[in-house]
């Protein structure tokens, strides 16, 4: 007997129990050899037990969880892709015309998300009445592995192209690092056609013409925003499953919510999470039941057999809750679809499993030549400035202060609303040391000033590290 393979299963809340009951039978009646860890996670709390199972099966299968409100919960997904490496999400977003309605009859796209930075490491602060901030971290190493993740990809499993989404025009330093090191790593593979488009007239060329595009690579936020438009568009988002895989371990799961609203009605679709489900499958090489899933799976859709979410007169041909199209699947199992493509995995054992993908060490030369200092003040720009004169150091003196952005000094902007947050730009005539930073701030601090951030800014190479 075909040892089983160990895998950890969160319930989820909401939908999330009846449809991966469902999916679990499925999983079984169609021979997969899994070895199922059940897990709960309540009230927003990942428990140890649960912790644990992860790390010993290095394979989740999740259906949705709902993360509490308020602000003392992080989100559970983010919390487990962060918190296991797992580096990159693969949705692959597909139209089955004609028997689910969409506009786009050829589509058929792979999203290749980053999943761990980007303003999705939930860094954010509140250090003033009027301004909460987060940061957008966008790294050489993560934005290096993947990008090569995705044209490893797109090679495994013979696509042509990579397309990659920035908003570089704005973003000059943060995207435009994830652009840069897209424009390097794309001339290491002449045999995938490459290109780069702003992410909004991206995301609306991908809205008009699907099809034109193949396998997308972009940083978290523009891929989360992404992925849920191309599932929608292709039909619905109910049927997208997702993998988030890493070196160490990857998580499995429908892209949807845990929809509260028809929770215990028997009406959820569990199409998102089976076809995640088959990702897990091939990732853990049970090709084969993978390959009897999907085109059960298929059959079931070119038959009509639908549930509420994508019934649609005159194309389906029954309505269906979840147990039915659950057994309506099932009895397919071996059966082919006759107009939409028949699928076989047998030869992706290793599609979406990443190899050992590195990262390229620069070195160049750091010099810090001054800093922003933010303050929290309510007083006039004259008041400001008259402060930060005082806080001059020999070697450190006052150039810009800025507003949300804008400078509102030495320039004159009258017809700027200000926020009671002010980034106040001292500039060496030299490379600055660091404890002519520390003299700076005890001035600031001695003068009664309210002092919420410090960023220092560097010269790499002799090119600015900082806007502005």
């Known amino acids: 007997m075909k040892k ?5 299963v969160l319930q989820g809340d909401g939908i999330g129990p009846e449809i991966m009951d469902a999916v679990l039978h499925l999983l079984q009646t169609a021979g997969a050899s899994l070895e199922i860890e059940k897990n709960f996670i309540e009230k927003g709390e990942i428990k140890k037990a649960t912790w644990d199972s992860i790390r010993r099966t290095k394979v989740i299968l999740k259906s949705p969880i709902t993360t509490p409100q308020g602000g003392g919960f992080k989100s559970l997904n983010v919390t487990l892709r962060t918190t296991l490496g797992l580096f990159a999400n693969i949705r692959p977003c597909v139209s089955y015309h ?8 050829n589509m058929d796209v792979v999203i290749v998300r980053e999943n761990e930075e980007d303003l999705y490491a939930g860094i954010e602060y ?13 790294s050489r190493p993560a934005s290096e592995r993947i990008i090569r993740y995705a044209f490893e990809y797109a090679r495994r499993v013979e696509r042509k192209k990579v397309t990659c989404f920035t908003k570089d025009n704005i973003l000059k330093l943060s995207d435009g690092l994830f652009h840069k090191v897209f424009s390097e790593i794309a001339k290491e593979y002449p045999d995938i056609e490459s290109e780069h488009w702003i992410v909004d007239i991206g995301m609306a060329k991908l809205a008009a013409t699907p099809e034109v595009f193949d396998v997308i690579v972009l940083p978290n936020l523009y891929g989360d925003i992404l992925s849920d438009i191309a599932g929608q568009i292709a039909g619905s988002i109910g049927l997208v499953g997702t993998a ?8 499995f799961e429908a892209i949807h919510g845990s929809a509260p609203d028809i929770a215990g009605k028997g009406l959820a679709n569990p199409s998102g999470l089976l076809l995640a489900s088959v990702l897990m499958l091939v990732h853990i090489h049970q090709t084969e039941a993978a390959t009897r899933i999907h085109n059960a799976w298929l059959k079931t859709i070119e038959d009509g057999i639908h549930t509420k979410d994508i019934y649609c007169e005159g194309m389906s041909q029954k309505k269906v809750g979840t147990q039915d199209f659950t057994d309506a699947v099932a009895s397919r199992l071996g059966k082919h679809p006759v107009q939409l493509k028949t699928v076989d995995y047998a030869g992706h054992q290793n599609a979406i499993i990443p190899s050992h993908i590195g990262s390229t060490l620069i070195s160049s030369k750091k010099e810090l030549v001054g800093v922003d200092i933010t303050l929290q003040s309510y007083d006039p720009i004259e008041k400001i400035v008259l402060h930060c004169k005082a806080a001059e150091t020999p070697s450190l003196k006052l150039e810009k ?3 949300r952005g804008t400078v509102v000094w030495p320039e004159e902007a009258s017809e700027i609303q200000c926020v009671d947050q002010y980034r106040c730009r001292f500039f060496g005539n030299k490379v600055v040391k ?5 003299s700076l701030m005890h001035r600031f601090a001695t003068g009664g000033c309210d002092v919420v951030k410090l960023d220092n800014l560097y010269t790499f190479d002799g090119n600015r590290g900082f806007s502005h």
């Open 126 to 138: 509140r250090q003033s009445g009027d301004v909460c901030t987060a940061l957008k971290l966008i």
């Open 4 to 8: 089983k393979h160990p895998i950890t």
């Open 244 to 251: 988030n895989v890493g070196l160490k371990g990857a998580l």
């Open 434 to 438: 660091g404890e002519t930073i520390a």
């Open 401 to 403: 202060i800025f507003n």
């Open 98 to 105: 004609p028997f689910i309605k969409t506009k786009h009859p």
